[in-house]
Protein backbone atom coordinates (compact mmCIF):
# COMPACT_ATOMS: atom_id res chain seq x y z
CA UNK A 1 0.00 0.00 0.00
CA UNK A 2 0.54 3.70 -0.66
CA UNK A 3 -0.44 6.93 0.61
CA UNK A 4 -0.69 10.06 -1.31
CA UNK A 5 0.43 12.99 0.23
CA UNK A 6 3.10 11.18 2.77
CA UNK A 7 4.51 14.49 4.34
CA UNK A 8 0.96 15.14 5.56
CA UNK A 9 0.98 11.53 6.91
CA UNK A 10 4.01 11.64 8.94
CA UNK A 11 3.40 14.94 10.18
CA UNK A 12 0.19 14.19 11.22
CA UNK A 13 2.07 11.15 13.08
CA UNK A 14 4.63 13.37 14.53
CA UNK A 15 1.50 15.99 15.51
CA UNK A 16 -0.28 12.71 16.79
CA UNK A 17 3.04 11.74 18.98
CA UNK A 18 3.33 14.85 20.18
CA UNK A 19 -0.51 15.07 21.56
CA UNK A 20 0.71 11.53 23.44
CA UNK A 21 3.80 13.23 25.09
CA UNK A 22 1.97 16.81 25.71
CA UNK A 23 5.73 18.55 25.64
CA UNK A 24 6.87 16.23 28.69
CA UNK A 25 4.81 13.98 29.35
CA UNK A 26 1.68 15.55 30.99
CA UNK A 27 -1.74 13.88 30.19
CA UNK A 28 -3.11 15.79 27.17
CA UNK A 29 -6.71 17.06 27.78
CA UNK A 30 -9.87 17.82 25.10
CA UNK A 31 -12.20 21.00 24.78
CA UNK A 32 -15.89 19.30 24.41
CA UNK A 33 -17.73 19.39 20.99
CA UNK A 34 -17.49 17.16 18.11
CA UNK A 35 -14.26 17.00 15.84
CA UNK A 36 -14.74 15.52 12.63
CA UNK A 37 -10.74 13.80 11.00
CA UNK A 38 -9.84 12.93 7.64
CA UNK A 39 -7.19 10.12 6.39
CA UNK A 40 -5.05 10.60 3.30
CA UNK A 41 -6.36 9.02 0.27
CA UNK A 42 -4.79 4.83 0.21
CA UNK A 43 -3.97 3.34 -3.06
CA UNK A 44 -2.43 0.16 -3.72
CA UNK A 45 0.62 -0.56 -5.42
CA UNK A 46 -0.81 -3.43 -7.56
CA UNK A 47 -3.04 -1.63 -9.67
CA UNK A 48 -5.73 -2.89 -8.66
CA UNK A 49 -9.09 -0.94 -6.78
CA UNK A 50 -9.18 -3.20 -3.74
CA UNK A 51 -8.93 -0.84 -0.71
CA UNK A 52 -8.45 2.21 -2.16
CA UNK A 53 -9.98 5.32 -0.46
CA UNK A 54 -9.97 7.09 2.82
CA UNK A 55 -12.01 7.33 5.82
CA UNK A 56 -14.05 9.92 8.42
CA UNK A 57 -13.60 10.16 12.06
CA UNK A 58 -16.19 11.75 13.82
CA UNK A 59 -15.60 12.35 17.72
CA UNK A 60 -18.11 13.86 20.24
CA UNK A 61 -16.09 14.92 23.32
CA UNK A 62 -18.12 15.73 26.71
CA UNK A 63 -16.15 16.43 29.92
CA UNK A 64 -13.24 15.88 28.33
CA UNK A 65 -13.32 12.28 27.15
CA UNK A 66 -14.56 10.74 24.06
CA UNK A 67 -18.38 9.84 24.62
CA UNK A 68 -19.70 8.80 20.52
CA UNK A 69 -17.29 7.61 17.52
CA UNK A 70 -18.19 7.68 13.89
CA UNK A 71 -15.95 6.09 11.45
CA UNK A 72 -17.02 5.94 7.94
CA UNK A 73 -14.98 4.96 4.74
CA UNK A 74 -15.18 6.31 1.06
CA UNK A 75 -13.93 5.07 -2.66
CA UNK A 76 -11.21 7.65 -4.11
CA UNK A 77 -14.02 9.36 -6.04
CA UNK A 78 -16.45 9.86 -2.80
CA UNK A 79 -18.78 7.21 -3.16
CA UNK A 80 -19.93 5.67 0.59
CA UNK A 81 -18.70 1.99 1.14
CA UNK A 82 -21.70 0.76 2.16
CA UNK A 83 -23.69 -3.16 1.82
CA UNK A 84 -23.04 -2.64 -1.94
CA UNK A 85 -19.22 -2.14 -1.54
CA UNK A 86 -17.37 -5.18 -2.77
CA UNK A 87 -20.34 -5.91 -5.54
CA UNK A 88 -19.99 -5.05 -9.03
CA UNK A 89 -22.95 -3.46 -11.23
CA UNK A 90 -24.94 -4.82 -7.79
CA UNK A 91 -24.19 -8.45 -7.66
CA UNK A 92 -21.77 -10.55 -6.04
CA UNK A 93 -19.40 -11.07 -8.48
CA UNK A 94 -16.80 -12.55 -6.36
CA UNK A 95 -17.45 -13.83 -3.28
CA UNK A 96 -14.23 -13.81 -1.67
CA UNK A 97 -13.64 -10.22 -2.46
CA UNK A 98 -17.24 -9.49 -1.30
CA UNK A 99 -16.46 -10.95 1.74
CA UNK A 100 -13.53 -9.32 2.48
CA UNK A 101 -14.93 -5.81 1.66
CA UNK A 102 -18.08 -6.45 3.96
CA UNK A 103 -15.30 -7.67 6.59
CA UNK A 104 -13.98 -4.71 6.43
CA UNK A 105 -17.12 -2.37 6.42
CA UNK A 106 -18.46 -4.15 9.48
CA UNK A 107 -15.10 -3.32 11.53
CA UNK A 108 -15.83 0.36 11.30
CA UNK A 109 -18.42 -0.13 13.47
CA UNK A 110 -16.35 -2.21 15.86
CA UNK A 111 -13.10 0.43 16.22
CA UNK A 112 -15.18 3.46 16.76
CA UNK A 113 -16.65 1.33 19.46
CA UNK A 114 -13.26 -0.06 20.98
CA UNK A 115 -12.58 3.70 20.67
CA UNK A 116 -15.28 4.97 23.01
CA UNK A 117 -14.65 2.24 25.60
CA UNK A 118 -10.74 2.74 25.64
CA UNK A 119 -11.09 6.78 25.58
CA UNK A 120 -7.66 6.81 23.59
CA UNK A 121 -6.14 4.51 20.62
CA UNK A 122 -3.69 3.10 22.61
CA UNK A 123 -5.35 -0.52 23.17
CA UNK A 124 -6.76 -0.80 20.06
CA UNK A 125 -5.25 -3.15 17.60
CA UNK A 126 -6.38 -3.98 13.91
CA UNK A 127 -9.12 -6.54 13.13
CA UNK A 128 -7.77 -9.25 10.60
CA UNK A 129 -8.69 -8.34 6.84
CA UNK A 130 -9.48 -4.60 7.86
CA UNK A 131 -5.94 -3.45 7.89
CA UNK A 132 -6.21 -0.74 5.60
CA UNK A 133 -9.48 0.53 7.33
CA UNK A 134 -7.38 0.40 10.76
CA UNK A 135 -4.52 2.61 9.53
CA UNK A 136 -7.05 5.28 8.42
CA UNK A 137 -9.07 5.20 10.87
CA UNK A 138 -5.75 5.86 13.30
CA UNK A 139 -4.84 8.72 10.82
CA UNK A 140 -8.42 10.30 11.22
CA UNK A 141 -8.76 10.10 14.83
CA UNK A 142 -5.30 11.60 15.62
CA UNK A 143 -6.26 14.86 13.18
CA UNK A 144 -10.18 14.96 14.84
CA UNK A 145 -7.91 14.57 18.32
CA UNK A 146 -5.40 17.62 17.43
CA UNK A 147 -8.59 19.74 16.71
CA UNK A 148 -9.65 19.19 20.51
CA UNK A 149 -6.71 19.50 22.21
CA UNK A 150 -6.90 22.75 24.66
Do not use: H, W
Amino acid sequence: MRRKQLPAVLGAVCLGLSLLTACGGGEVTYKDGTYTGQSSVYENDDGTDDGNGYGIVTLTIENGAITDCSFETYDIDGTFKDEEYGKEDGRIANKDYYNKAQKANAAREEYASMLVQNGQLDGIDSISGATINYEEFVEAVEAALSEAAE
